[in-house]
């Protein structure tokens, strides 16, 4: 019986991943959920998974009679101290955003294992993480859908080494938008995935290409692989989940439904394969598996995500931080699309780079691509 601490248990993967504990009651227990505003859902989860400990950001007005016996934290610490009191094995970490970068690091101190959805944690913090992970022999375990797929082909290369990644990536809600229809997309129709259902940021991410911009980052910090080893095809119907190219040119390519359990429930159970309840592959069925090259003028962030990446010297925290402002303000009905690529081009052209070193520095540096993130969507 393993203890999981859901670190974003109200949110997309936070809640698919419950499903997955639910499923499997003699396998793992939820013995903490996390959340920062949402109490009433978060409430409501506790209440089916009676775990020990719960947090939230923001605190309640009260807490329900019903729920007091479970031990509670509150404030900007809180989902850091409820996982040193959790005493859980693994952290499933799906906060959204570099807010999660802490909870991710207290996680390799406080879990035997870190469960990763949290793609903004390594994008800004790569470096960090990842030496703390090897430096305390923890495992880090992907639950990103195509890093889950690469590492499951990377299971299966038999020691020999990947000569190239090959992300794949359906192309989101703007696939076959023009520029002009892209530029003045409504929230409505970036929120519209075809393929995916997950949370609103990063189903914005998906239809700006910014997410396979992080998961390119993400893949070099998991893989250590160059950014010109690290490949993205357009797949619209995301089947395969990605590939690993070997020296002799063979490829490995994992193929699911796109069912984020699928990941999770991978991620929970490694070394062994659990079922989730999810729909199977019918081949028979399966008219056609489609492939693109991602159009960098209709979709520039893609490749200023590269950019970043080749740069380093935080320039992946720039990108990130803008990023999650310009989209926190396009949410909200306040930008135009249009102004996401812009904002994070001006950021990227204006800040003062220097390679954090320790987490205080990536959070200074965030800080400083939203105000020039701003200055950019307020000329
Ligand atoms: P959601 O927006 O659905 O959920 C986010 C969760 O994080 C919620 O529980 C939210 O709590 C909590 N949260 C938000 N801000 C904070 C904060 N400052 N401190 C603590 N908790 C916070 O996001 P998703 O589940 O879609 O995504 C989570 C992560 O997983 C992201 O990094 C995303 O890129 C990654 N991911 C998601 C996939 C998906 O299919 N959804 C696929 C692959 C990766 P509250 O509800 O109270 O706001
Ligand atoms: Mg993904």
Known sequence: MRKIAVLGATGSIGTQTLDVIK???????????SASSDAEGLFQLARIHKPDVCSLIKEPESIPDDLKNIQ???????????????????ALCAVVGIAGLSAVMCALDACER?????????VTGGSLVMEKAKRLHKLLLPVDSEHSAIFQCL??????????????CSGGALRLFSKEEIENASVTDVLK?????????????CASLMNKGLEVIEAHHLFSMPADKIDVVIHPQSVIHSMVEFEDGACLAQLGQPDMR???GYAMGYPERIEYGG??????????????????????????????????????????????????EFLRGNVKFGEIPRAVRYALDHAK???????????ALDKEARRLARCAFSM
Do not use: Q
Not at 23 to 33: E, S
Not at 114 to 122: D, F
Not at 353 to 363: A, K, Q, T
């Open 23 to 33: 499923k499997h009651p003699d396998k793992f227990r939820a013995c903490l959920l």
């Open 72 to 90: 509670w934290f509150f404030g900007p610490t809180a989902t850091e101290d409820a996982l040193k009191a959790s005493k859980a094995d693994d």
């Open 114 to 122: 870190v469960l990763l959805a949290n793609k903004e944690a390594l």
């Open 155 to 168: 299971e299966a290369s038999n020691g020999n080494a990947a000569e190239r990644i090959i992300l794949t």
């Open 193 to 205: 995935h075809p393929t995916w259902r997950m949370g609103g940021k990063i189903t914005v991410d």
């Open 262 to 264: 699928g990941p999770i």
């Open 279 to 328: 729909k199977r592959l019918d081949f028979k069925t399966l008219s056609s598996l489609t492939f693109d090259t991602p159009d960098a003028d209709r979709f520039p962030c893609l490749s200023y995500a590269y950019e970043a990446l080749k740069h380093g010297n935080g320039a992946p925290v720039v990108l990130n931080g803008a990023n999650e402002e310009v989209v926190g």
């Open 353 to 363: 780079y220097i390679e954090p070193e320790s987490i205080e520095d990536v959070y």
